[in-house]
Every structure is written in structure tokens, then in C-alpha cells.
């Protein structure tokens, strides 16, 4: 009986996070910014207060109109919420308690800890045997290949996913290049459990793989993801050491050679939003480029997932200027937001994202699409900010059904209408 009740105790046991790193009494607050006043204030505010700003990405992309979403640590936000208060701003708490909110996005059922899942957030570990268990299992649809290695020396897996065939189309896509967006990386998975899984039943899914490859990288950021399971869940970056050692990592969307150092970034290493020594330091950024350049023959479409806001973007991001086939993309983005509406009616934004969010130098989006790859996107996934990051397990299923419908659309475009 004993062992009985220890073996359903493992069974039922919700899934415990040893975090070093606690959130207790931390709060998440939500800001309206009406006028140029009150975005100075704020501006101040993050100048004397550490502030995490969850939305937009920092502090410098912050206008009057955005919503802004910050965390403020427990011994400072009895001040911030008495600052704003006596300077007018408009505010609503996201969050109490962000400690409580952490453990309750793990609500995906309880099962095996061991066990990976398509519908709870993974380990790191569990995410590679999945992508070796994938290759041996699917062979016909599924191979792996090691692109480079993380900052930390951790390998890079890409799992290219189609019927092998001669020289075909390929759609790149990324997925958790901000450690912290886990939703992200639930996505990579669930697309290609999806893809091998429908292969025979679904006539889209089978057209598209008989005639493109999907090459997949589950994670970006390894080390960053890595250490948001085991030390921050709050984390961003990666974790490349930096000029000051109290501030390591560089922020992986900045680092590419887009325009790089220029605009909506800090040279700043405890900036959220380092660009990094130079374009291209990165040893995750390398993999990914000199991958894309040896492929950029065959690659027609390039699509990167991040969280949150429900948006889906294009280029360009580093100028206000419209991309030359805005039309085209402004079109194909219009059509994924309304597929992937019509199944929860979930509302999407879609458009440029220097002038749908704000500009910013170095990111893969205006990279790829620099380097020749006309179909760029990228998805900033669910949701609006009531759960933000931490986005429960039980929406990973809902969110990956509706984002296929969307990534079906690009793909099947890029496959009957790229040149
Ligand atoms: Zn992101």
C-alpha cells in the first residue's frame, strides 16, 4: 500500500521548479502613457528603479500611446505604485505576486515529470531527446542536424522536416530566442509533431511537405532558455560573458547584421537590449547565419516565433520605410491573422514592425530578409499581457492550433506563388 501511494505521489506530484531565483511579492504593472510628460516620468522612473519591461522590450522603445508592462522587485514597489499615483499615470497590476503566478503555469496536467510533452513546457534535456527521437522515428520525414554550439558549448539541433526529394523550397523558422518566451519553443515542437503526425490525413500538410522542407530550430537560445529553468525564469539574453561581469548576456535579436548598432538598442551589457560587442559575436548568431548563407538557395521563407502581443510582423524593423514587397506581405500576413482567428477568434495585429511596434536594429527578421528571403515573418505569439511570459500550460495547445493555421498559410503561399 505504501509503495501504492509513493508511486501515485510521483504520479500526481505537480511539477516542482527548483528556482534560485524567487519572484515573491514582485509585481507586474500595466501603464497607460497619455502625453510627453508622463513618458518622461516613467523614463525617470526606469533611470532610479530597476524596472524589467516586459512590454515593450525596454524602456527606449516606450512613446506616448504604448501600454507598458514592467516588473518591480518587492522592496520597490510600494514606492513605484505611490510615484504613479501622485503623477496621474493611469495603472492596473497585472500581477500580486508574480512567485504565485510562476508555479501556477504549470497546469498542463500531471503526469511523469520525465516524460516530454507537447502540451507542458519542456526541459531543455527532454527537448533533445525529442529531437533524436523524432529523427529515428520518422526517418522518411524527419532528419537532425547540428548546426554549431552555444556560447555555454551546448550543441545546436535543427530538425528538417519533409518528404526527401531532390532540391526542394525550404521555409527556415526559429523559435525561443528570448529565453523566457517558452511559449515559443512549444511551438517549434508542436509544429513538427503536427507536420509528421498529418502527413498522410491533412492534403495541405501532405502537399507541403512533399514539395518544401521545414528547417526547424526548436530553441535559439539554449543557454538563456536553460537558465530561465534553472536560475531566472525572467531571463532574456543569452549568456555570453560581457564586458562587465555583473551583467552577462547579449540580446540575440540584436545581434545580427542588420543595420547593427544603430537604432532601438543599448551598447549597454545590463541593458536588456545589448547588441552585443559587434554584429555577429554571437556563437548562436554565427551558427544560424553561416547555416542560412549556405542555404540561402533554396531558402524562400523565414519565419521566427516570439511572446507576447499577438502580432505578426515584417520588415523592416530597423526603418519606417515599407519593404519593396510590402503589398505582398502586408497581404499574406492579413490572410495567416484570419486563418489563425477563425478558430478561437483570438485578434492578431499584423505589419511592419518599426511602425506596428517600434524600430530596432540587428534582428534576424530584416537580416534574412537582407539576405534574399522576400518572405520574412515573425509572430509575437498569445497573449495580451494578462499572463504575458508565463502563459499556462493549458493555452500551449489552443495557441500552437491556431498559430498552424497561420503558418500553414505563409507556407502554402511561399510554395505556390515564390519564385
Ligand atoms: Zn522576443
Request: proline share 4%; net charge neutral; with cysteine.
Amino acid at each position: 500500500m505504501r509503495f501504492i501511494l509513493l508511486f501515485l505521489g510521483l504520479l500526481v506530484a505537480p511539477r516542482a521548479v527548483v528556482l534560485t531565483r524567487r519572484f515573491d511579492s514582485e509585481k507586474v504593472f500595466r501603464v497607460k502613457l497619455q502625453n510627453e510628460n508622463q513618458v518622461d516620468f516613467l523614463k525617470d522612473l526606469a533611470s532610479t528603479v530597476q524596472l524589467d519591461i516586459w512590454h515593450p522590450n525596454s524602456i527606449h522603445h516606450v512613446v506616448v500611446g504604448t501600454d507598458v508592462d514592467f516588473r518591480v522587485g518587492s522592496d520597490q514597489t510600494s514606492f513605484v505604485q505611490t510615484e504613479l499615483e501622485q503623477n496621474g499615470i493611469q495603472y492596473g497590476i497585472l500581477f500580486h505576486n508574480l512567485q504565485e503566478e510562476i508555479e501556477k503555469q504549470f497546469d498542463g496536467g500531471r503526469h511523469f515529470r520525465e516524460k516530454h510533452s507537447y502540451t507542458r513546457y519542456n526541459e531543455w534535456e527532454k527537448i533533445v531527446a525529442w529531437t533524436e527521437r523524432m529523427a529515428k522515428k520518422y526517418p522518411k520525414l524527419v532528419s537532425r542536424v547540428q548546426i554549431g554550439k552555444t556560447y555555454e558549448d551546448r550543441p545546436m539541433y535543427l530538425l528538417k522536416v519533409g518528404k526527401e526529394s531532390g532540391k526542394k523550397k525550404v521555409i527556415f523558422m526559429d523559435c525561443g530566442i528570448h529565453a523566457r518566451e517558452w511559449i515559443s519553443p512549444a511551438f517549434c515542437q508542436w509544429f513538427v509533431k503536427q507536420a509528421v503526425r498529418t502527413y498522410e490525413t491533412d492534403k495541405v500538410m501532405f502537399k507541403l511537405l512533399n514539395n518544401l522542407n521545414f528547417y526547424i530550430l526548436p530553441v535559439f537560445n539554449i543557454d538563456g532558455y536553460v537558465w530561465t529553468w534553472t536560475e531566472d525564469r525572467m531571463w532574456r539574453k543569452n549568456r555570453a560573458n560581457t564586458s562587465n561581469s555583473d551583467c552577462p548576456g547579449v540580446d540575440l535579436n540584436r545581434n545580427f547584421k542588420a543595420k547593427w548598432g544603430t537604432i532601438g538598442i543599448s551598447h549597454k551589457p545590463c541593458s536588456q537590449i545589448y547588441c552585443g560587442p559587434s554584429a555577429e559575436s554571437e556563437p548562436e548568431i554565427k551558427a544560424v547565419t553561416s547555416f542560412i548563407r549556405e542555404h540561402l538557395s533554396s531558402i524562400r521563407g523565414y519565419i521566427s516565433f516570439h511572446s507576447y502581443s499577438q502580432i505578426l510582423m515584417f520588415p523592416y524593423a530597423y526603418k519606417d520605410e515599407t519593404a519593396p514587397n510590402n503589398d505582398e506581405l502586408n497581404k499574406v500576413a492579413k490572410e495567416a491573422v484570419e486563418a489563425l482567428s477563425s478558430l478561437y477568434g483570438t485578434e492578431y495585429t499584423y505589419g511592419p514592425t518599426a511602425t506596428t511596434i517600434y524600430p530596432c536594429s540587428g534582428s534576424s527578421l530584416d537580416w534574412a530578409y537582407d539576405e534574399g528571403i522576400k518572405n520574412a515573418f515573425t509572430f509575437e505569439l498569445r497573449d495580451l499581457g494578462k499572463y504575458g511570459f508565463i502563459l499556462p500550460e493549458s493555452k500551449i495547445r489552443p495557441t500552437c492550433r491556431e498559430t498552424m493555421l497561420a503558418v500553414k498559410h505563409i507556407a502554402n503561399y511561399i510554395l505556390t506563388s515564390a519564385p
